[in-house]
């Protein structure tokens, strides 16, 4: 192509760049495109499509790929949730626009509903705070306050012969848990009313089940949420929307508590194990049993393998429809732009071949230091999520599960209570069947 071809090829871009080559855009379009050639305008957009073509197949490859194998898997879930070249302001809108629903259903306005990055720096250094707070306690002081609890609920509704739903005593037992020994709420165990606990529990899980559905949401459930969740936290002034923090560390915690105490009903020697870290819940024994197969730690990390409470992890990603050689001429302003949804299949990869054969199957012992190969320890790692929105409670979420189910198993133990499985382990919800009730023998 001639060099004066180029110059009037700048000079029809310009016309698209406002304030820019003043100079050239009073020159009738007619005569820049005859000065051009026609031809070299046609192979010019030609080879435009077939950029655009190829730079969107490379940048969909790996999100697209419906692939199992733990290669192609672990592969997409990085390029989900850590991709090269992206800002952390941009993952937090990537994350913050997959997450509207929870502000709808829940009125969330964290760092999981916020593009914000002073939202994200003040509502992580938040946590972190609370998490340093209840470590520096000491899990002895964790444990005391699992028992309180348990034995809070025991006493109403109370666990009768006819039986109370698992769920239901789990979920208000570490949502007691939470409250005390998490977010350090004053008020004596005691004095948490049964009702208040309950619903609170009742509401996050059915406005979470409505998030997902198009249909209004009723405001009753959020409104009696939100009150009665104030009479549980008073202090206004350190906790001004507690559901911010109540979600995410009950939705997620509950629910591996749930899954470890039902696995382990059906095993002695899993049983055993957690009486043995009962008695000192240290992380010594949390990290090495009292037998030489497995610890209470792959016992929980094992539950949530087979049940990871983030199955999936969302992101909307803009796009903007122009490679972006010929955004920079033309300016963003008239590129087009479009939003993607991507889903990091976390549970796929922690059931894939690099599992086994039996890896539907839950097997603590496959964690055990001496066997666990090194593509299983970063399966692992994404229960947590990737990258730099990963999950501050990664390291002390397994150890409070672990003081909770035991102190639960214990209880049950001691009260000669007896856990009745349902057909399956359930998740948020499909515990229908558990059941906890006195011996009657
Ligand atoms: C076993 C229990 C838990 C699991 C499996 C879990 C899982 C996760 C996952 C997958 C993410 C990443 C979400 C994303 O990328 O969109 C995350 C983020 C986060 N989690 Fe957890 N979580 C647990 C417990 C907790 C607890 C107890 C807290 C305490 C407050 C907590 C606080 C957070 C925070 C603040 C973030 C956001 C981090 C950031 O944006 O930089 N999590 N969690």
């Known amino acids: ?41 046609v192979v010019l957009a030609l080879l435009l499509c077939l950029a655009l073509a190829y730079t969107k197949l490379c940048h969909t490859r790996l999100l697209d790929q419906k692939s199992d194998t733990y290669i192609d898997l672990q592969a997409s879930i990085k390029a989900i949730l850590h991709p090269q070249n992206v800002s952390v302001p941009d993952l ?15 009125q969330l306005s964290n760092t999981f509903v916020s593009e914000k990055p002073d939202v994200h720096k003040q509502f992580v250094n938040r946590a972190r705070r609370l998490l340093n707070t209840a470590e520096q306690r000491g899990w002895s002081t964790f444990q005391s306050i699992a028992v309180e609890a348990i034995q809070w609920y025991d006493k109403e509704p109370g666990i009768s012969e006819s039986g109370c739903p698992f769920s239901s005593l789990v979920q208000s037992t570490t949502l007691v848990v939470v409250l005390a020994g998490l977010l350090q709420v004053d008020n004596p165990i005691d004095s948490f009313s049964h ?36 009479l549980l936290v008073p202090d206004d002034k350190t906790f001004s929307q507690p559901l911010d923090f109540v979600v995410p560390a009950w939705e997620t915690l509950w629910r591996v508590v749930a899954t470890t105490v039902a696995y382990a009903q059906r095993d002695p020697l ?137 102190t639960i198993m214990a209880h049950l133990e001691r009260e000669s209570y007896i856990l009745e499985p349902g057909r399956c382990i359930g998740g948020r919800e499909g515990w229908n069947g558990w059941k906890v009730r006195r011996n009657s023998f």
Not at 92 to 106: G, T
Not at 204 to 215: D, F, G, H, M, V
Request: charged share 25%; glycine share 4%.
């Open 92 to 106: 937090l809108a990537e994350r913050a626009r997959s997450n509207q629903r929870l502000v709808r259903a829940l």
């Open 195 to 230: 009702a208040d606990i309950t619903l609170v529990t009742n509401n996050i899980t059915t406005l979470w089940a409505l998030s997902k559905k198009p249909e209004p949401i009723p405001s009753s459930f959020f409104d009696d949420l939100s009150s009665r969740l104030r």
């Open 1 to 41: 192509m001639k060099n004066d071809s180029f110059t009037a090829l700048a000079i029809v871009f310009s016309r698209f760049i406002p304030g820019e080559m003043e100079y050239y855009q009073s020159a009738p379009m007619g005569e820049l495109l005859t000065h051009l050639g026609w031809s070299s305008v």
């Open 270 to 406: 899993i049983l055993k194990e957690f009486e043995y870290f009962h008695g000192d819940p240290s992380d010594e024994r949390f990290r090495k049993g009292q037998n030489s197969e497995f610890s209470v730690k792959d016992v929980v990390f094992e539950a949530m393998r087979l049940h990871p409470p983030s199955k999936h992890i969302a992101r909307v990603r803009r796009r903007t429809w122009c490679p972006s050689l010929i955004t920079r001429v033309i300016g963003k302003v008239y590129a087009i732009t479009i939003y993607e949804s991507n889903v990091a299949d976390i549970e796929a990869v922690l059931r894939c071949e690099v599992w086994g054969t039996d890896r539907k199957m839950f097997k603590p012992e496959r964690h055990h230091q001496s066997i666990i190969s090194p593509e299983q320890e970063k399966a692992l790692t994404f229960v947590f999520g990737h990258g730099p929105l990963r999950c501050v409670a990664a390291s002390w979420a397994p150890m409070a599960a672990a003081v909770i189910s035991a």
